[in-house]
């Protein structure tokens, strides 16, 4: 698979991480090799096999939703970068 | 005078609890070694201040003979493991400060068994590597070769318990992240089956891949702490709801009745000869031990590391979508819009490969690309499953190389796929969600080498008593 610039913009804009132009080449050779070896996976047929997405058939061990007040809202934003009263902030969204 | 860092896990316990040494003697041998080594090793990122409080108070309920299993056991913790209120980084710039609101189902099962932290290891970014090389944190030597990388991702953890700067220590594997680096440095490292071990907070890589487990200088040391992570957890709701039985005593027990597999098309495929040579010696010694051996054929594993290199990356790119920049974790200076705080913020704060993954995971979950490959991962995923389950109905266990080699230099591989290949053997296992366990087996010019043993679900007691029925009759692990 070919990674063109236009598939690498769109991919980085989908994972919102902003691409540095110098390091774009080295990038894409990167992501073509990977995905080059990931092609192997063609050489096999799967038509008629279900798709797995978990090691384990007993899996979703669903606790009851209860709210609980083992951590606390203050305790969460300790670690944030920039709240007020509460409230996380962001720049502006809406004008 | 006696080196109580020498001490295996189970003299230390026996020691501790007989009151031949104290844990204020014990942690502060491992301090002063971590002080002298660690400049040099790089293994922790943080060193715990409150370590000796720590054995000060394990010593006290020692006396009042109100211990836990491990008491005063001076335990070092992959910096994956939340601890309350200390900075857990994940080796990444991206929590760089991040100071943690509450603790893992890990640490904790630990801390309330008695152990006394020491520190954080250092580790890959994200545990996103095979070398320890993506760490925001710097390198982590191998305490072997000095030039060589530990392996990765729990690369701090290994170097540090090789160099006997703690007396075990937590790890996680994804696709080998306990067990490379068990080889690459000459202990023994265990993956128990998936859900055995809560993820309750170990930071996220792959969700249905990722397993906490334990490095340790023999099978019975690592029983005896695996027996302490393990159990059900509310909190995860994929952990298995069933209680873990007494690895240790399952290691012990004499066991006559091993079968062990071993998959014609891999072994056969090992390009290395003194790798080979190193497998079919280990079969040897094993066979003098009365352990009967099996060929077997494992269809579809060679498929493994393109799945993986799939699975892995789409699960990535899911989980670390919470790094945003406004709840934890890094943000750029000066945003000038929402979008711009969130692409900046994950542009600084993600290193070169965690980058790459995310990438490769969203391209292979874009529209138009979701079937192609992720839907043909996952299948194949299950053919790979498939392929043990029908093993399993012949063979207690699996044997194969853990690494296609010993370990490497600093910086020589640089191709991506290159280093993703180091995975080969140990991807399989976690692919299927099966335990697998890695210990030493000989050297190849004075470098490590590991044999890997997989389980059956929930037979991690099967693997750690074949391992130990192996060091029962070999000293590579004294090495």
């Known amino acids: 698979m070919k990674i063109s610039e236009e598939i690498l913009d769109n991919i980085s804009s989908l994972s919102k991480i902003k691409i540095d132009e110098k390091i774009k080449p080295k990038l894409i050779s990167d992501l073509e090799s990977i995905l080059k070896m990931v092609e192997e996976m063609n050489k096999i047929d799967t038509s008629n096999i279900e798709p797995m997405s978990h090691p384990l058939d007993e899996a979703n061990n669903l606790r009851g939703d209860i709210a609980t007040k083992e951590i606390e809202r203050d305790d969460y934003q300790k670690s944030a970068p920039l709240i007020d009263d509460g409230f996380y902030l962001t720049p502006k969204v809406i004008e | ?479």
């Open chain 2, 1 to 479: 005078m006696t080196d109580l860092t020498d001490f295996s896990l189970e003299d230390q316990i026996e020691g501790l609890s007989s009151k031949k040494f104290s844990s204020v003697e014990l942690t502060s041998s491992y301090l002063k070694k971590i002080e002298e080594q660690n400049k040099v090793l790089n293994c922790f990122i943080s060193i715990n201040e409150n370590a000796l409080d720590e054995a000060k108070k394990s010593d006290l309920k020692i006396a009042k003979n109100d211990n836990g299993i491990m008491e005063g056991i001076p335990v070092a913790h992959k910096d994956i493991f939340c601890i309350k209120d200390q900075v857990t980084t994940c080796g990444s710039k991206m929590l760089e400060n991040f100071v943690s609101p509450y603790s893992s189902t890990v640490y904790e099962k630990l801390f309330n068994s008695g152990t006394v932290n020491l520190g954080k290891t250092n580790m890959d970014e994200f545990a996103m590597g095979s070398s320890n090389e993506t760490s925001f944190f710097g390198n982590v030597l191998n305490p072997i070769d000095p030039e060589r990388v530990p392996g990765g991702s729990s690369g701090g953890s290994a170097s540090a318990v090789a160099a006997k700067l703690c007396s075990f220590a937590t790890g996680t594997d994804t696709g080998g992240s306990i067990r490379q680096p068990a080889a690459f440095c000459g202990i023994t490292g265990i993956k128990p089956t998936y859900g055995r071990v809560s993820r309750w907070g170990m930071i996220a890589f792959a969700s249905s891949l990722d397993q906490g487990g334990i490095f340790a200088r023999s099978a019975l040391d690592a029983s005896i702490a695996l027996e302490n992570i393990s159990g059900f957890d509310e909190k995860d709701s994929t952990s298995i709801n069933k209680k873990a039985p007494s690895f240790y005593n399952e290691a012990k027990e004499e066991d006559d009745n091993h079968v062990v597999g071993i998959p014609k098309n891999i072994i056969e495929n090992i390009k290395d000869a003194k790798v080979k040579t190193n497998f079919y010696e280990s079969v040897k010694i094993l066979e003098k031990a009365g352990v009967s051996f099996k060929e077997i054929d494992l269809s579809n594993i060679e498929y493994s590391l393109p799945v993986y290199y799939v699975i892995a990356p789409a699960e990535c790119s899911a989980n670390l979508s919470r790094y945003d920049g406004v709840r934890f974790g890094h943000r750029c200076e000066n945003p000038k819009d929402l979008e711009d705080l969130y692409e900046r913020s994950r542009a600084e704060g993600f290193g070169d490969e965690v980058k790459k993954r995310i990438l490769i995971g969203t391209y292979c979950l874009s529209a138009g690309y979701y079937d192609a490959y992720y839907i043909k991962a996952q299948k194949i995923r299950n053919l790979i499953k498939e392929s043990f389950v029908n093993a399993f109905k012949e063979v207690t266990s699996i044997m194969m190389p853990t690494c296609a080699n010993v370990s490497f230099k600093l910086n020589s591989i640089q191709n991506p796929v290159e280093m993703y290949e180091q995975d080969i053997y140990t991807i399989p296992a976690n692919l299927a969600g099966l335990p697998a366990i890695s210990i030493p087996s000989g050297k190849i010019n004075n470098l490590p080498l590991g044999i890997q043993f997989i389980g059956n679900y929930l037979n991690e007691g099967n693997i750690l008593n074949l391992s130990n029925k192996f060091q029962q009759n070999t000293n590579f692990h004294n090495e």
